[in-house]
């Protein structure tokens, strides 16, 4: 069995801080703080943590009348 193994630096999304990013086969891990990441290259190469396919955001309206303030 043969890895294949990089270090790169780069900025983890997950702690917001430039580090040393170390890759086995297409996955790389955070030295800072440990976050799996996938790396995706579209026009530049980004880090995204690993799992956030299928991801949904949802945004949501400020109610004014939230905090038991009545009208």
């Not at 955070?30 to 991801?55: A, D, F, W």
Request: aromatic content about 6%.
């Amino acid at each position: 069995m043969k890895f294949v193994t990089q270090m790169v630096s780069g900025v983890c999304p997950d702690c917001s801080k430039s580090s040393i990013l170390i890759s086995i086969e297409h996955f790389f891990k955070c030295t800072r703080c440990g976050c799996e990441l996938e790396q995706k290259v579209n026009g530049k190469i980004s880090y995204i943590p690993v799992g956030t396919e299928n991801l949904q955001m949802i945004l949501e309206q400020e109610n004014p009348n939230k905090n038991g303030q009545s009208s």
